[in-house]
């Protein structure tokens, strides 16, 4: 409603990402902004709109990022996928306004942006490499820590199976590879928070 869409909007799941969800994404992964800058021209609002105003099934195509690609180099729009049910349509490249006529770059003025600050000399990009494990190894031990003190009283409350149990214990030893593959671990600490609330859990 706060959008002025409906469920039957075919954009509305759309919109409803980048206006909630997609703020929920951006930056959960905060400690490696320490190592640079991150640029994302891809979420350019004027993008999002010229791209729900495609007709539904040529959205659903992937027109919008086969113009950009054709837009760029038509190279870049006819390279082959791992699987034939990716590739652009014929139909839709032909259509292309960029098909055979790729933006020509060397013609358009695109004015320097101001950056404020400095390179960071080497030395100050360790310290920020080093900061940003320092920081994730934090992290690690909280869980590990959370997640030891809330185990005993999770495993006798026999909410779950010995099986995801052990696969939690298992994955508590390393904690290693990308955060999801800890979601075991994480969710014997939120289940024994709840339980230390008194919160009914069954």
Known sequence: ADLDLT????????????NFRGRLHYGRNWYHLFRGQNYTPLLS??????????????YK??????DILAALDNTLAVI?????DKFFSSRLLEAS??????????????PAKRVFGREPELEQADLAEREGTHLANAFRMALKSNFDRYLPEVRAANFLEAGYLQGAVEDAE?????PEKWRRVAHIVHLGHFMELGVQVS
């Open 7 to 18: 469920p039957d909007d075919p954009f509305c799941m759309q919109h409803h990402y980048l």
């Open 45 to 58: 609002p004027k993008l999002s709109r010229a791209a729900f105003s495609l007709p539904v099934a040529d």
């Open 61 to 66: 195509a992937s027109k919008p990022s086969m």
């Open 80 to 84: 082959p996928f791992e699987l034939d």
């Open 97 to 110: 306004p960029f098909w055979g006529d790729p933006v020509d770059f060397s013609k358009i003025h695109i």
């Open 174 to 178: 390393t904690l290693t590879g990308r």
